[in-house]
Structures are given as C-alpha cells and as structure tokens.
C-alpha cells in the first residue's frame, strides 16, 4: 500500500471527511496539521506542489503525488479508481 499524507487544519469538515474515508477503508495515514502556522504552511505546500492559487485543505498525497482535496478523494472513491492508486 502506498504513503499517504494528508495536511488539515482542525475546524475544517473536508478534512475530517477526507479521515474518516481512509479510516473507513482501513488505509493508514499520516496527518499533518497546520493550523497553529497556516498561512506560511499553506504557501509552503503550494510552492512544493506548484499549486496554483489558494491552497485549500486538506491536500491528500498519495505515494508522493497530489490527488488534491476531499472532493477529489471522493469521487475516485466512488468510481472505485483510489484502490487501484493506493495499491489496495
């Protein structure tokens, strides 16, 4: 099974969503939460991952890459793409 890493702050909904998938579907996870330092960790994650614009959380690494948020989590969920990735 691949790494996977998950950046949250700890008021947002996504990111407890985006926990509670990989918890649901037995994938362990490393969370790094960003709250007590946001806005300098959120400029560091979108300088390391070329994201452009505001970087949003939670920001999911799958095997190094980023797949993006909670939304994007889901829907490869759901079209039964994220077990295939995450080498489940």
Not at 38 to 56: A, H, P, S
Not at 68 to 74: I, M, S, T
């Amino acid at each position: 099974m691949k790494d996977v890493v998950i950046y949250t702050v700890d008021y947002c909904p996504y990111c407890k969503k985006a926990e509670l998938l990989l918890k649901e579907k037995g994938v362990p996870y490393k969370k790094i939460d960003i709250t007590s330092n946001e806005e300098e960790q959120r400029n560091k994650l979108g300088e390391y991952y070329d994201i452009q614009g505001r970087v949003t959380v939670p920001q999911i690494i799958i095997g190094g890459k980023r797949i993006g948020g909670f939304d994007v989590l889901e829907k490869m969920n759901n079209a039964g793409t994220l077990d295939d990735l995450l080498d489940i």
